[in-house]
C-alpha cells in the first residue's frame, strides 16, 4: 500500500526533511542521504511543538519526512521508568504531532518505531520459528518505553501517511558506537543468551530510503529474517574481531535483580519485507557481510 499524495516526479524532485539530527540512526541516515546524493535537510523544531514542525515544513518543502527522534533513555529504558512524563512527551505527543502535521501536508512519513512490544508466548514459543506478524497486538508492557511505543503505534494505525518501522536491538558495522547492540553487550559484566529478531541496520536504513521513495505505509516488522542469540553475536565476535574475548552468562532471574524493566525477548516475521526486497538477507548472513567482514581482525 502507498500514499498517492505523496512523492517526487520530474517537476518535483525528492528532498527529505529528518527528524533525530543527534541520534545515531538519524545521524547515519544524513550519510546515507549525502552518499546518495539525495537533497535532505536535519529538522530543528522539536516533536512536540506543533508551531515548530510547521515551520519546518514550510522553510524546507521537503516530499517525505524522517522520523528518528525519539526518548530510549540514557544509559538505557530504564530511565524511562522514572522520567514518564518527558517519556510521553517525545514518544507519544511528539510522534502523533508530527503524524498530523505530515498528513495536513500531504506527506508520508517514515517513523522509525520498535518490535521491542512482543515477547514470546504460547501461540510464538522461543525457538518454534514462529514471528509475530505486522497485525499482531502487541503482548509485551514490561517497560513504560515499550507501553508507550505500543500506545503510538495502535494510535498510528489511523493515519495512511505513516509508515512504521518495527527496529529491534539495531545493529551496525560501527562497533565502537555504544548503541550498538554488540557494542553493549561486548561491555557487558554477563549477559543472557535468548535468540531475537535484530536489525541490521547497514542493511536497512537504505532498504528504509527505498520505502520511502516507494511511499510505502503502514506496519513492517523492520529486522533481518531469523533470530541470533547473544552468545551467537559473541562467537562471531571472537572469531573475526578478538580471539581472546571472552563473556560470562547469566540467567533472566539473575539479569531482573540487576535492571529496573523488563526486557522483551522476541522473534518477528520479516516475510511482508522479504517479499518486497528478495535480496534482504538473514540475521546471521547479514552479521557477517555487514557487521563482521569489515571489521575482521582475526586472520582467516
Known sequence: MGFPANGASAEHPIKFLIYGRTGWI?????????????PFQYASGRLEDRA???????????THVFNAAGVTGRPNVDWCESHKVETIRTNVVGTLTLSDVCRNHGLLLLNYATGCIFEYDSGHPLGSGIGFKEHDTPNFTGSFYSKTKAMVEDLLKNYDNVCTLRVRMPISSDLLNPRNFITKITRYEKVVDIPNSMSILDELLPISIEMAKRNLTGIWNFTNPGVVSHNEILEMYREYVDPNFTWKNFTLEEQAKVIVAPRSNNELDA????TEFPELLSIKDSLVKYVFH???KVKA
Do not use: F, R, Y
Open 26 to 38: 538519524g545521524g547515519l541516515l544524513g550519510t546515507l542521504c549525502q552518499a546518495q546524493a539525495i
Open 294 to 296: 569489515p571489521n575482521q
Open 52 to 62: 515548530s514542525l510547521e515551520k519546518d515544513i514550510a522553510e524546507v518543502k521537503p
Open 271 to 274: 516475510t511482508k519485507l522479504k
